[in-house]
C-alpha cells in the first residue's frame, strides 16, 4: 500500500491506529435528549469552547485524530477505485431541521457502504455550508456527510464536495422540501421523500481515506472518513436555499498531526 504523509512543522508524526471506541453516537441523533449541553457554530457555544461545555465533549479541544482536515491533492493522492464499494439506491427519506442542519434519515438496509470487509448500513445524510474538508485549502460552498455505521457501531462518513453549476435534479426533491424550523420533520407534514441516493454521487469513486472524528460534539474519533475527491454539481438557487436557513454550520479545520491518507485500505 501506497501512502502519503503529511506533518506539521514543530508536530511529531502520530500513528493513528483504528482502535475499537466502543459504541459511538450517530451524529444528532435522537438519543442524545434533551439534557445533552448546547452547542452551536459561533459565539460562547461556538467551535472553539466546545470542549469547555461538557467533560464528554473533551476530545473536541485534546484530540489528535480530529476531523475535519484540509487534503492536500499534491501530495495525497486519491483512493485507487475497488478499494470499498458504496451501494446506494432509490428511497424515501424522512427530512428533519435539527437546529445545526437539515438531516435525511434513512431506513433502506440496502443502502451501504462494504469497506475493508465490513458492512456499514447508511443511517442518514447531512448537510454543511460551507465545506467542512477543503482540498488544497479550496473550501467549496457546500458538502454533504452520509453517515454510516456497522454492526459494531463504528461509523465510516462519506463526504461529497458540492461546486456551483447547474441544477442537480437527484437532489431536487430533498432541496424543495427543506424543513424551514428546528423540530419540524418533513414526514410530517406529507410524504417522505423520494432521492435516488446512486444517482447523486459523482460516477468516480476515487476518494481520500484518512481516520478521524465526528466534526461535530463529543468530537468523537475513530470515525473512518472516505471523501470522495470529485464535487457534484448543484444551482446557486439550492445552495442558497439551504444556506439561508444555515449561513454557516461548518468546523474549521483540525491540525493533522501527522496522520496519513490513504490510497488503500489496510
Avoid at 464528554?56 to 479541544?61: Q, T
Avoid at 434519515?105 to 447508511?122: F, K, M, S
Wanted: with cysteine.
Amino acid at each position: 500500500m501506497h501512502t502519503s504523509k503529511r506533518h506539521l512543522a514543530g508536530v511529531a508524526a502520530v500513528a493513528v491506529a483504528m482502535a475499537s471506541v466502543g459504541a459511538l453516537a450517530l451524529p444528532w441523533s435522537a438519543d442524545k435528549g434533551a439534557s445533552a449541553p448546547h452547542w452551536a457554530y459561533s459565539g460562547e457555544a461556538g467551535p472553539a469552547h466546545w470542549a469547555a461545555l461538557d467533560p464528554s465533549y473533551s476530545a473536541c479541544g485534546i484530540g489528535l485524530a480530529q476531523s475535519p482536515i484540509d487534503l492536500e491533492s499534491h501530495d495525497a493522492k486519491p483512493g485507487k477505485a475497488g478499494a470499498f464499494r458504496i451501494d446506494y439506491e432509490k428511497g424515501d427519506v424522512a427530512l428533519v431541521n435539527n437546529g445545526h442542519t437539515v438531516q435525511a434519515n434513512v431506513t433502506d438496509p440496502n443502502d451501504a457502504v462494504v469497506y475493508d470487509g465490513d458492512t456499514y448500513h447508511l443511517a442518514q445524510f447531512h448537510f454543511h455550508s460551507p465545506s467542512e474538508h477543503t482540498t488544497d485549502k479550496t473550501r467549496f460552498p457546500l458538502e454533504i456527510h452520509f453517515v454510516n455505521q456497522d454492526g459494531a457501531k463504528h461509523i465510516l462518513v462519506v463526504g461529497v464536495m458540492v461546486k456551483l453549476g447547474e441544477e442537480n435534479p437527484s437532489l431536487a426533491p430533498v432541496f424543495h422540501s427543506l424543513p424551514p424550523a428546528a423540530g419540524h420533520a418533513s414526514a410530517s407534514a406529507g410524504p417522505p421523500v423520494s432521492v435516488d441516493l446512486a444517482s447523486v454521487l459523482p460516477k468516480n469513486h476515487e476518494a481520500y481515506v484518512y481516520r478521524g472524528s465526528l466534526t461535530t460534539p463529543p468530537c468523537t474519533e475513530g470515525v473512518r472518513w472516505i471523501v470522495l475527491a470529485h464535487p457534484i454539481q448543484m444551482s446557486q438557487a439550492q445552495v442558497a436555499s439551504f444556506s439561508t436557513l444555515f449561513p454557516d454550520n461548518h468546523r474549521p479545520l483540525q491540525n493533522v498531526n501527522g496522520r496519513e491518507i490513504d490510497d488503500d485500505p489496510d
